[in-house]
Structures are given as structure tokens and as C-alpha cells.
């Protein structure tokens, strides 16, 4: 435990999915560059992603980016930086271009160009009617973006150390010059030094207890970003996806619906019609998991729980197996049901984290004041720009890490060659080393698992798809309680160095513990529903007060809350139906 | 319904050899083999170590050996496990065991590098994508599920006598970029698996088919190499 392992490199990524990968790619030929990731490469989780992603080709049918970065706006309820929608709007042809020139295998039409398909909140003529702006490779396109831009790193021959975690950020002077890891094979501390670190260690939705997440989705980046005191943005918004599978919270792709599949309730009734009437099923995600919530509280759940079916029994067998065939996997799996013949039991699941580190457009991380934070990038899920806004469209989380994961490469390859390297501090991980010898040495007090669930469950009732002051501040209450009972009880019941994954998810709990209470301090502070954050007790959006994103960060021991002005360029605030 | 899982233990670093642990553990007949594991650890020795991460049979991060046989623990139910006496629950053989049910896949992956796991596209860049049918897209429609879990590997009998064996999954990713129309490297690509210890070595044991969780006719795609080889390099 006492060697010290340190290594030199001009930049260091932390996290392997695809905003990691895709900034790899653009940085390995001018810098010397160290990724790290908690698992290998091609196991990160934008490998679960199915759908696909967004990109107005017009391969279909006619499209333009315009129409996209509306939906874009419009789908993040105002709340997005539209510079930052029009960059991503304006950059996915070419993004998408330039990931089949890598070599992903898109699904084609019978013309052999890419094709596409349609999806929530995607529409023609700003709002319109839907419009099949979605390109895809059947329903796993993360993975094979994810094994593409591996197989390019691999080709530019990019030094990867799997299954290390990031467990601190090295700071010095206000700037950041290298990560403190743990290697989980052997529970040794490595110090990496490096003129900057881009963190894209993506999203948090084990902070719930239904999720479409991976279990290593803790947040880990994020945590530590808000620790060293550098404010996170808007992290009261968090997408529940309409259709996880029922118990489960196994992601069936909004694809399904993209695809023609329909929702219905107890009745059999197809009830988006009343909630959406002009794109129906196919309405942003916020609309259509409140439509199943409500269904639910109105007693028209199937047989009366807590749950509505998704139907795609009339797209047809062959259909099902040539753009959806790993959700009739998943379905006949985990269901034991055929999605051909019977419905497939659904409810929203906890899906991805519209908040995070704020960035500029450049990936550059910002401070409190706004100004770029030495040394500091971000990128992906665990990254704000904000593209998002208050509900992120279906499609445009790919798109979201490829553009931005490469912005961010491309200002490394820019500045870091004419940064100075940052001496590290003699003691640069000896507060790691402290935090793990506390772990290690109680011996009894409560396991790490208990207290996760209590937080999941916590959250889950009271800051779910409907929320309410009170609810927010019993759930505070409790996510307060169980830090407390963290910092006192919680104990390991190994304390070996190889794979002790119990000191993995004690770690990571803390992160899950932090970010739990940010969220719901921000979400008690918005005092309006707005996209995925829908207050029972303020119904009603509310430009006056709350046009404006959240900031949150720690001075000292206290949280502190600011706002951020919202970027409005070409589209103005209206209601926002469907 | 009350089970017993009986669980290869071993950490090199203390253990002079290997021994199994036996945990009682309460499921439901539909939860995953996933869920008792992470149960056993959580409620009754944080000791036990395994991989896990997407729950749900797209990262591969889970594969173990239960009852004898390959698969994701994320996607093997109770119910398909319940008919034994006890669940054995074991790492991945053909493998070094680095703690408990966690494997040493970087021999793995590196063979998986080994076959230039990339499109090489040639000088010309066009504008727009480059056009490909949507029959020649179909013939990489079952390799690209692969997830590179190792349980074909795990499970290949030649594998488990000759570690210079490039092995099923290798050959897939071999096999996805060899027949994507767009490569300009086919000869190449052929060059570098015909041998003995490449496309030649499958003797057509067929069991990474029978273990695939992505249910890849693995074999059958080794043998698409070997005809095309036949074909392109004869």
C-alpha cells in the first residue's frame, strides 16, 4: 500500500465511454495521453445505449438542422444554452458522417445510405409532425459506436489502465494537475500528473433504485469536481425514461415506439392520444413518463398497479428481429414474453442526469464566476454544457459525446502543448490514502449496501418523476441522516487488496450520497415544473423566476446555490406542447 | 424459494490453492443469478469478488461458469438454475484466476487487438457517408453483437489445450471486419488468420455456439473465414 506509483502525462481521461473514447481519439496524435477507466473499455456504459443517434441527414425524408436544434430547445423546455443545441445541431452530419467513415455499421437503406428512424420529440417544420431524423445500427447502436472508436484508439495505439477508479482530483492553486486512482486489482494509490484531465465519467442514475444504469454509473467525476468546491449545474433535472421494464428498470428503447409501437392502459386504450395529441407516443420523454404516472394514480395501470404496456405486437415478427431484436431479447429473458405475440409490461426508469459539471462549449470546466477552471475539462453525461436543458430528446446523448468529447480534444490539442505542467504537491495523495485507512479500519457499524438502498428507495418516492417541497425536504432530511451514519458506521467486511469491491462500493457511495442531497437541494430550490422536473405544489413553468440554470457547490461545509443566465439566440420561450 | 450457491473461491496472494464456499440464499424464481450473488456479497461476505456492470447482458463485464456451463450471470434466472442441488458458481476456466470469479481477460483482449479491431477505409474520404447495401450490412448483422464477455472462449476445447489459439471471439471481430464491404485490408486480414493457430485451429466442437449469449452462430462464422480464405487466397 506504501509504493508509490507515479506516472507523467500531458493529459489524462478519465472514463472510457464515448465522450472519453472519442476525445482519445482526437488527442492521441498530439499529446501524450493516459486514459482511465473503471472498466474496460468496451464495457462502459454507452454500450447500453440502443436507439441511436440523431442527425438531420434527411436520408428519409426531408429534414434540417434547424428543425433539430428547435427540438433541441423546445425539448429541454427553454432551459437549453441554445449556442450549445446550435453547435450540436449544426455539427451531427458531420459527426455521424465521420462515424461510419470509422467504420460503424449503420443500418441501411436500399440505396446504401444510412438509415434513419424516428423519435421522441424529433419533428419536420418545428413541431410539426415527427420525422425520422434517428440513424441507428438495429437496437444497439452504443455498442458499436463504443466498440468503433475502441478499435480507433486501439489503432493509434492509446495507453489504456483498465479498472483503475478515480477516488480524487489533484488541485493546486485553483489548478488541476492530475487525478489520485486505485488499482482494483491490487488496492494501490496511483498518482497521475498531467497539464490537464478531462473527466467523462458519465452519468449518476444509481442514485435511484429503478434504473436503466450500469451499476458503476456513481458519478464518481462529478463528486469529486463538487468536493474540491467547483460549482455543478442544473442537477435537479433527471430523465426518467417512459419504458423500463417493469421491476426491473431495463431499458426497452424509445426505438420501440420510433418503430410504431403504442402505449396503452388497462382499457387497452392508446392514452398518449389525450396527453399528446399531434406526435402521441412519440412526445419528449418528461410528457410521456408523467402520462404513465398519471394513468397509474388514476387507477388505469394494468389490473390496477403500477404499470401501463407497451405494444408492439402489430409491427410483425421480422421487423422485430431486424431493428429491435435486443429488446426481444431483453423481454423474453428477463419476461419470459414474446414482444410479437404480448405486450411487454413498462414504467419509467431512471435514465440520465441533464446536470453535471459545467462546461463551456469547448469542454472547458467553469467556475462559480464562469471563467474555465485550469487544467479541468469535461465531457459526456457527467458534464452541463447545456445541451439538454431540463429533458434531453432520445438520440442526442450519442450525439452529445462524440461532438463535445471532440470539441474538448480539439482544445486540449490547442492549448495543453503551451500550458506549463503544475508541480504536484508532495502530499498529493496522502487525504486518499487517509480517506481509505478510515475505511479499512472499522471493523463493525452498518455495510455499505444498507445505506444505498435506503437512498435509492429515499429518492426514488420523493424525488421521482413528481416532486413536492415537503417530499424534497423529508428526503433531505433522511440523505442527511445517512451521510451521518456513513461517516460514523459504515464498515467493510473485507479489507483485503485484491478486487475488494466492498471498498469499491463504499467509495462509490459516497458519491451516490452527495450527489443525492445536490439534487435535492437544487430541486427544492426551483420552485416550478419544467421539463423532467415536475413540482406537484408549482405546476406551472415559470419564466419570470426560473429561467435560469441552477448552480450548486460547496464553500467549506456549506452548499451554496447560484443561477447562470440561459443562452437564448434564435428561439424564443412559448408553451411547449406536442 | 431458498437456494444454495456453492462458489469457487481463491486470492493468490493468501491462499495456497483454491476452495469453494457454500452460501444459502433467499430468491425469487425470476431474479438473476446476478442478484444472488450481489446479495451474498452484500448481506453476507463482502469478501466475494466478481465483475459486474450493465446487469443486463450488454457489457459482458459478468461472465462466470454456473453449473458448468459459460454464461452472464445477469442473464441466467434462478429458475433456470433452481433444478440443482446447489448452484456452482465458478470463474471462467482457461483462464488465470486473479480473486474469486475474477479472471485475467488481458491475454484476451490482446488477441482481440491483435486482429486490427478497425475499419481501414482506404485514402479516399468522401463528403457523405459511404454507401454499403443493406444485403452487405446484413452480413455483419450477428458478429456485431458481440460483447466480448470470453465465455465462447472459455468454453472452446482447443482453447483450453493450445493458449497460442486465437479463439472464437478474436475471430468474430476478425470475421466483422474481413466481410464489411467498406475494408480495403481483406487479403490482409485473411493473410493473418490463415493459420493453424488462426481460423484453422476451430475443430468444430461447436461449443462457443452452444454458450453464445448473444445467441452468434460463432462457428458457422469461422467457417464463412475458411471458405472465404478457400476463395480469396487459393
Redesign the interface.
Known sequence: MSERYLHTHDVVIVGSGLAGLRAAVETAGCLDVALISK??P????S??AQGGIAAA?GNEEPDSWEWHMFDTVKGGDYLTDQDAAEVLARDAARA??EL????V??????????AQRAFGGHTRHFGEAPVKRACY??D?TG??IL??L???C??RGLHVYPELSVVDLVVRDGIVCGVIALDW?TAAVHVFHAKAVLLATGGFGKVFKTTSN???NTGDGVFLVYRHGFPLQDMEFVQFHPTGIYG?G?LISEAARGEGGVLRNRHGERFMERYAPTIKDLAARDVVSRAIMKEIQEGRGIDGRDFVHLDLTHLGRERLAERLS?IS??VR??LGIDPAHAPIPVQPTCHYMMGGISTDLHGRALDVQGRPIPGLYAAGECACVSVHGANRLGCNSLLDLVVFGRRAGQDMCARVPTMDRSPLPADAEEATRERLARLRERTQGV?P??LRERLQREMMERCGVYRSQSGLEKALETVRGLQEEYRHSVY???R???????LMEALELESLLTLGEVILVSAASRRESRGAHSREDFPQRDDHNFLHHTLVYRDEEKIRLGTKPVSITRFQPKPRVY | MELSFKIFRY????DREPRYEVYRVRAEA?ERVLDCLNRI???Q???L?????????????DAVRINGRCALAC?T?VKDVAQAEEVLVEPLPSFRV???L?VD?EPF?EKV?WV????V?GNH??????????E??KK??QV??C??CACCVASCPVTAENDRFLGPAPLVWAFR?IF?S??REKEKRLRAVDTQDGAWGCRNHFECTRVCPK?IPVTKSINFIKREIEKVLR
Open positions: 472498466v474496460f468496451t464495457r462502459s456504459h454500450g447500453a441527414l455521424v458522417y461510419e467513415h470509422m467504420g455499421p449503420f443500418n441501411r437503406n436500399p440505396n446504401g445510405t444510412i445500427a438495429a444497439r455498442r458499436v466498440d468503433t475502441y478499435g480507433q486501439v489503432q486489482a450500469c451499476f458503476a426491473l431495463v435486443d431479447s431483453f429473458i428477463y455495510r449496501a444498507v467493510l467486511d473485507y483485503g487488496d485484491r478486487y475488494n469491491t466492498d | 486470492d493468490p496472494q493468501v425470476t456479497k452484500w448481506e461476505d463482502g469478501s469478488s466478481f465483475r459486474m456492470s450493465c446487469g443486463h447482458g450488454v457489457c459482458g463485464s442473464q434466472l486473479l480473486k474469486d475474477v481477460l483482449f487487438r486490427q479491431p478497425y475499419l477505409g474520404v468522401p463528403e457523405k457517408e459511404r454507401l454499403q447495401s443493406a452487405e450490412r455483419l448483422d456485431i453483437r460483447i466480448l471486419y464489411d467498406r475494408d445467441e
